[in-house]
């Protein structure tokens, strides 16, 4: 498959995602391709670990490739997009339960889908062009793909602050977050991928690992905990209007942009994953809205305004003062028959 290259190199599991020009985009043949691997490598003596990687210098994966979920959607037919998001998830789930480590190696770009394949191994590496995001809200949609469980065990309430905002993060702030582990500088890679493959010891990344150039995140901690405490979007929002500091006036022009009704769901899972949540739990709560989501939220308006058309003017269907409790817990009520399971699971996770 040329979107992706899938093999055994000495005591590793290779993946390799081969779309550059498409920001290495994951295509539902890409997430199926490595559910595969995925069964195929955990009972194999030979792999010792998974080493997942990309071609190209801008991105790891800058998403997923949704322009035919778009299309169907458009057509009033739902089954293609829900189909797509749960085949994903069960690989996001089989990444994160692998019994084996995984280390992923995230230059450039990783957002959306990218964290799904690249941000739940054990041994996450960054480097000095690192982008780490969580940006659905911005296209109408909530951070899936297990990221909600990220943005929930983030510190504080660094994970309604990222969620709801999609903002960006290098290297010492996807660090900080819980997004990535360790900071080798990426010209040292291909040594260190070489000796991964020939020994299988995942114990050199460890040695290879270096501080990072500092954060910007760090220094927002106190104004992101004062102001993301409250326990709806309105709380925050109307904490972050008392005051008005510069970063008051950046984080509400950021919300400004946003779905309402993507960043209300994204807030409410953030407190529903409490720190015993597992990511089965956030999957399964992730599922609930975008099953939903072609039929009942922004997503396609997002999409059109995003990626279609280009004009970066979507008409959400509620503006931030009309989101009600009420329409946060339509969007994520049980689906029951409709719910996400898992092939060693005959229920879905529907206790969030």
Known sequence: MSEISIRKVGRTGRITLTRPKALNALSYEMCLAIDAALKDWAGDDDVAMLVIDAEGEKAFCAGGDIAQMYSTGMAGEYTYGQRFWRDEYRMNARIFEFPKPVASFLQGFTMGGGVGVGCHGSHRVVCESSQIAMPECGIGLVPDVGGSLLLARAPGRLGEYLGTTGTRMGPADAILAGFADYFVPEAEWPALIATLEETGDWTRIDAAASAPPEGPLDGKRDEIERHFGGETLGDILRSLR????????????????????????????????????????????????????LENSDFLEGIRAAIIDKDRSPCWQYGLEEITPSMVSEMLRPLGADALTFEDAEQGEETA
């Not at 209300?264 to 089965?280: D, F, K, P, S, W």
């Open 242 to 293: 008392s005051e008005e500091t510069e970063f008051t006036r950046a984080t509400l022009k950021a919300l400004g942009r946003n779905s309402p009704l993507a960043m209300g769901c994204t807030v409410e899972m953030a407190h529903r994953l409490g720190e015993g949540a597992g990511i089965r739990q956030a999957l399964g709560l992730e599922y609930r809205f975008t099953h939903r989501s």
